[in-house]
């Protein structure tokens, strides 16, 4: 019997589809031959048809509005000081393309195919949320980039609230918000390129085949040539000032003339690297030398230290509050415990606040609660922090740190242990309480298994782990019970006196001390050096002398119980470990069980820290 399909409709049916099938395949033959011998024209120099120029626009269109739908609201895109910022990046690279209010564009911007349209004439067209879209992910087939850096977007805010000015601005006021006048301060010193320095390797986006097309590091040619020209104090005066507050801009720069010289060295280095992400400060750091980057920050760190003041941004008074004491409730714990003292030395990039610019404090805030803040990978508490704040105590802390003198100290307003020895009657009897699961030797807990010596730690880490059990953020109901059978002052007490007393070095176990060299050889390098292959820093950046004195929430390891350190990495490793204000959980997945354990005993045999 015949198949109905090898006769009547069907049969000329399957003979329709052959066909069609074979004209498709005669058309892509055809226009891959046509592309492989170079008869597709490709040339920039004549104009996009009407049909081509329709396609490309609506489509454009299309896809920004429905992205934009998807934007949370601006900011106060009316700020003075956030429209001025975003008036400096336009001036140094938006304007080459779209050219200025009365002003014409670039014969090169009008020789691209398709053309960047003059913005001034066609920016009210789009909405806020559709400019920040546009800026955030550049346009596919045109010369409109992306935003230089895949984090930090926040800042994209700036540049659209300049562009909701160009309509109504006038070829004069355009000059007078792009241009820096720095000449009533005398003429900027000059700053010679004089070498490239070592060249950094710059991580941008996702990295494009065939690779050794490109170059991706710096220092670069730059937007604009700021390093070539040997005037890179020029640029930098545009958004921060001649004195480096940060007054051209409100305060929306940063206030370097607060800032150590290595602070500023190395945060021009990341920005020009990548590591720290800014699609602002990236055109600018990545085309300077690394000879200007050491001269700029000398420079700026000599200056006198001045401060813009506090603004009326929010309540200094909660903000003081929150910045000398935190919120034991919310184990949110005080600004000074980590900004204080002389943690703008401590190498982890934590800087001075006392003094800075409120409109950039509250900005990183916001930026951080948002998890878009510039410097996302490493030991950074500040999105989890930023989080817990509502966005009127943002502004408040911020008001607050802005009004204090240049070089405040920021010490925590925290209880301290009586001069007399054994004075604190107290303290003493709290301690008496620790002994019940820790050790009650001088180390307490140094010679049991799973409790951590707690000597070696400083009073506002240990401060602070105790408000994170009364909130319940370390699940562990031995803890939790007894951080709730005490006030936030004794807490605060018990610390004190812990953090005061002499680091006592834990036992160590002597079957865990017969570990095979090899093992605590790989284990020192990961602890020294990292594995950057796999993303992991070297544990001493965060937990190394000189910034573990610093930081004081960082915990000490040199010292410690071994099976103690071992059993908190394995638990960082699983999926149960909630967000503490670390990054160790992403960090102890990356490690091995065996690495775990060997520089579980790597930082065991060390001698503890003196405090």
Same mark, same amino acid.
Not at 112 to 139: K, N, T
Not at 564 to 584: K, T
């Given at each position: 019997m015949r198949s109905p399909f090898t006769t009547g409709p069907f049969k000329s049916g399957s003979r329709l589809l052959i066909g069609f099938g074979a004209v498709l395949l005669a058309l892509g033959l055809g226009g891959a031959a046509a592309m492989h011998f170079g008869l597709v024209p490709v040339s920039a120099r004549p104009p996009h048809n009407a049909l081509t120029t329709a396609v490309l626009h609506d489509t454009f269109r299309a896809s920004v509005e429905r992205r934009a739908r998807e934007v949370e609201p601006a900011p106060d895109l009316a700020d003075p000081g956030l429209i001025a910022l975003g008036a400096r990046h336009y001036g140094q690279v938006c304007s080459s393309c779209h050219g200025g209010p009365g002003l014409g564009q670039s014969p =090169?911007?009008?020789?691209?195919?398709?053309?960047?349209?003059? $913005?001034?004439? =066609? /920016?009210?067209?789009?909405?806020?949320?559709?400019?920040?879209?546009? $800026?955030?992910?550049? =346009?596919? @087939?045109?010369?409109?980039p992306s935003w230089p850096s895949d984090g930090n977007f926040n800042e994209i805010w700036a540049v659209v609230a300049f562009l909701r000015q160009l309509p109504e601005m006038t070829p004069e006021a355009y000059r007078a918000a792009t241009v820096a006048d720095v000449a009533g301060s005398g003429a900027p010193p000059a700053m010679a390129w004089t070498r490239r320095g070592p060249q950094m390797p710059v991580k941008l986006h996702d990295e494009a085949a065939p690779i050794e097309d490109y170059l991706y590091a710096a220092p670069s040619t730059g937007w604009r040539p700021i390093g070539l020209q040997d005037m890179p104090v020029a640029y930098c005066a545009a958004c921060h000032g001649a004195d480096g507050t940060g007054a051209p801009t409100g305060g929306q720069a940063p206030n370097l003339a607060i800032l150590d010289a290595?602070?500023?060295?190395?945060?021009?280095? +990341?920005?020009?690297?990548?590591?720290?992400?800014?699609?602002?400060?990236?055109?600018?750091?990545?085309?300077?030398?690394?000879? *200007?980057?050491?001269?700029?920050?000398?420079?700026?760190?000599?200056?006198?230290? !001045?401060?813009?003041? +506090?603004? %009326?941004?929010?309540?200094?008074?909660?903000?003081? /509050?929150?910045?000398?004491?935190?919120?034991?409730?919310?184990?949110?714990?005080?600004?000074?415990?980590c900004h204080g003292g002389e943690a703008g030395a401590s190498g982890l990039g934590v800087p001075r606040l006392a003094g800075q610019g409120a409109a950039f404090l509250e900005r990183r805030l916001d930026s951080f609660a948002a998890e878009d803040g510039p410097d996302r990978q490493g030991w950074n508490p500040m999105p989890a922090i930023a989080k817990a704040l509502s966005p009127d105590e943002r502004a408040a802390v911020a008001t607050y740190l802005a009004g204090l003198p240049a070089g405040d100290p920021l010490v925590p307003a925290r209880p301290r242990v009586p001069a007399e020895a054994g004075a604190d009657d107290e303290a003493a009897e709290l301690l008496l309480r620790c002994t019940a699961c820790h050790d009650p030797g001088p180390a307490l807990g140094a010679d049991r298994d799973l409790s951590p010596n707690l000597t070696l730690q400083s009073a506002a880490y240990l401060d602070h782990q105790m408000a994170l059990f009364?909130?319940?953020?370390?699940? =562990?109901?031995?803890? *939790?019970?007894?951080? &709730?059978?005490?006030?936030?002052? *004794?807490?605060?007490?018990?610390?004190?006196?812990?953090?005061?007393?002499?680091?006592?070095?834990?036992?160590?176990?002597?079957?865990?001390?017969?570990?095979? %060299? @090899?093992?605590?050889?790989?284990?020192?390098?990961?602890?020294?050096?990292?594995?950057?292959?796999?993303?992991?820093?070297?544990?001493?950046?965060? &937990?190394?002398?000189?910034?573990?004195? +610093? /930081?004081?929430? $960082?915990?000490?390891?040199?010292?410690?119980?071994? !099976?103690?350190?071992?059993?908190?990495?394995?638990?960082?490793?699983?999926?149960?470990?909630?967000?503490?204000?670390?990054?160790?959980?992403?960090?102890?997945?990356?490690?091995?069980?065996?690495?775990?354990?060997?520089?579980?005993?790597? @930082?065991?045999?060390?001698?503890?820290?003196?405090?």
């Open positions: =090169v911007a009008l020789s691209m195919r398709p053309r960047p349209q003059s $913005l001034p004439a =066609v /920016v009210d067209g789009f909405s806020a949320s559709e400019l920040y879209v546009i $800026l955030r992910d550049g =346009v596919r @087939f045109t010369a409109m290595d602070t500023i060295a190395a945060r021009l280095r +990341a920005y020009a690297e990548g590591t720290r992400e800014s699609g602002i400060m990236a055109t600018v750091a990545s085309s300077l030398s690394g000879p *200007q980057i050491e001269a700029l920050a000398a420079y700026y760190a000599d200056l006198p230290d !001045r401060t813009l003041g +506090a603004p %009326d941004r929010g309540d200094p008074e909660r903000g003081a /509050v929150l910045a000398r004491r935190g919120d034991f409730a919310r184990a949110l714990p005080a600004c000074g415990a009364d909130a319940g953020r370390r699940p =562990v109901g031995s803890m *939790q019970q007894a951080a &709730h059978e005490m006030t936030a002052e *004794q807490i605060g007490r018990l610390s004190a006196a812990l953090g005061a007393a002499p680091a006592a070095r834990s036992g160590l176990d002597p079957e865990r001390a017969r570990r095979p %060299d @090899f093992e605590l050889a790989g284990a020192g390098k990961l602890a020294e050096e990292g594995d950057p292959a796999r993303g992991l820093p070297a544990c001493l950046s965060c &937990h190394g002398a000189r910034p573990t004195a +610093a /930081v004081g929430l $960082l915990p000490r390891l040199d010292g410690q119980r071994a !099976r103690y350190l071992e059993d908190r990495l394995d638990y960082f490793a699983g999926d149960a470990a909630p967000e503490v204000l670390a990054p160790m959980t992403e960090i102890a997945s990356r490690l091995t069980g065996d690495e775990r354990a060997a520089l579980a005993d790597w @930082f065991a045999a060390r001698p503890p820290l003196a405090k």
